[in-house]
């Protein structure tokens, strides 16, 4: 839904009116309703907001991920826009968790991310908690059908494995998903041993979860963190790269639910979404877990943003993995 918030967080500097080479991403994104979106002629990526905390507040987090969308559009807003001639990029506004009616959000976030994929376009969205991720499987799971095999590549610093049975939340996701969808398999990179208790990694280990701790995801691995993906990859027919916040090391961003003076770097996390987005199996994207609210000087939500200009560059050119 188009929300006039949302056209104002599209402002900045203008060093020319007319010279592309001078514009910034605010004076090149097109907001428009969701309605409007064709069938792709071009390189086209899609923003959509999920304003929504209610699984973190089920799950017992720290509050204020909901103000993320915007905040985080205001500082993409800034950037340069270095892109080739026939590169989009639309904004249709945010999906709006009201009255704690997670599910009924989730649902209709899924109604946003098929119809972008079903114009052959490209989903970035924007959350949120990382019941953000459910919303975006739904969609994903939708437009591919259910005999597709379905992968699912986490950026994250908790499995996300927790019982659903009471209630959901941003900590049950992925159980949710591969108890419910058999074509479905599940890999996390930056997992924290002592963020995570013995019974997720049990559980981890009943549903066949790949996982690689943080200690392993750092640069002197990046041979066998690249084979481990690409052998993830090249088992499914499509695939959905996922990014929590706190997966960084709380140094980098603190702004997060559930900070950890462990953590990856900026430049690690960069460049697994430059790998694992400009892969042709991974067509969607999303970001979730900042809070603009325990943010300290901003660090987060422009980390946030120029995480999201990795995943738009990544949907843009070769692949490379």
């Known amino acids: 839904?188009?929300?006039?918030?949302?056209?104002?967080?599209?402002?900045?500097?203008?060093?020319?009116?007319?010279?592309?080479?001078?514009?910034?991403?605010?004076?090149?994104?097109?907001?428009?309703?969701?309605?409007?979106?064709?069938?792709?002629?071009?390189?086209?990526?899609?923003?959509?907001?999920?304003?929504?905390?209610?699984?973190?507040?089920?799950?017992?987090?720290?509050?204020?991920?909901?103000?993320?969308?915007?905040?985080?559009?205001?500082?993409?807003?800034?950037?340069?826009?270095?892109?080739?001639?026939?590169?989009?990029?639309?904004?249709?506004?945010?999906?709006?968790?009201?009255?704690?009616?997670?599910?009924?959000?989730?649902?209709?976030?899924?109604?946003?991310?098929?119809?972008?994929?079903?114009?052959?376009?490209?989903?970035?969205?924007?959350?949120?908690?990382?019941?953000?991720?459910?919303?975006?499987y739904l969609g994903v799971r939708q437009c591919i059908g259910q005999e597709a095999d379905l992968g699912i590549i986490n950026l994250d610093a908790h499995?996300?494995?927790?019982?659903?049975?009471?209630s959901s939340s941003s900590g049950t996701m992925f159980r949710q998903i591969l108890e419910q969808d058999q074509n479905c398999n599940y890999f996390v990179l930056g997992i924290q041993p002592f963020g995570n208790t013995q019974e997720l990694f049990d559980t981890a280990k009943k549903l066949d979860v790949r996982y690689m701790i943080e200690e392993d995801v750092t640069m002197n691995n990046i041979s066998n963190i690249e084979e481990s993906i690409h052998a993830f990859i090249k088992q499914h027919d499509y695939v959905i790269l996922t990014l929590c916040t706190d997966v960084l090391n709380a140094a980098f961003a603190p702004g997060v639910s559930a900070p950890s003076p462990f953590g990856l770097t900026p430049d690690m996390v960069r460049m697994l979404i430059r790998k694992i987005a400009s892969h042709p199996k991974v067509r969607s994207f999303d970001l979730c877990e900042v809070n603009p609210e325990l943010d300290e000087g901003g660090r987060t939500v422009k980390l946030g943003a120029y995480f999201v200009n990795e995943a738009i560059v990544a949907n843009t050119e070769e692949h490379t993995l």
């Open 159 to 166: 499995f996300d494995l927790r019982s659903y049975e009471t």
């Open 1 to 136: 839904m188009q929300r006039k918030s949302v056209t104002n967080c599209w402002s900045g500097r203008i060093d020319h009116k007319e010279r592309k080479s001078s514009f910034r991403y605010h004076q090149m994104v097109e907001v428009v309703d969701s309605r409007e979106l064709v069938k792709k002629v071009d390189d086209t990526c899609v923003l959509i907001g999920f304003e929504c905390e209610e699984g973190v507040k089920r799950n017992q987090g720290r509050l204020g991920s909901a103000k993320a969308p915007d905040e985080i559009r205001k500082e993409l807003a800034k950037l340069p826009w270095r892109f080739k001639e026939d590169v989009r990029l639309l904004d249709i506004g945010n999906v709006t968790c009201t009255n704690g009616k997670l599910e009924t959000a989730q649902k209709d976030l899924g109604e946003k991310v098929y119809h972008v994929l079903s114009k052959s376009l490209v989903p970035i969205i924007i959350g949120g908690g990382h019941e953000t991720l459910y919303g975006h």
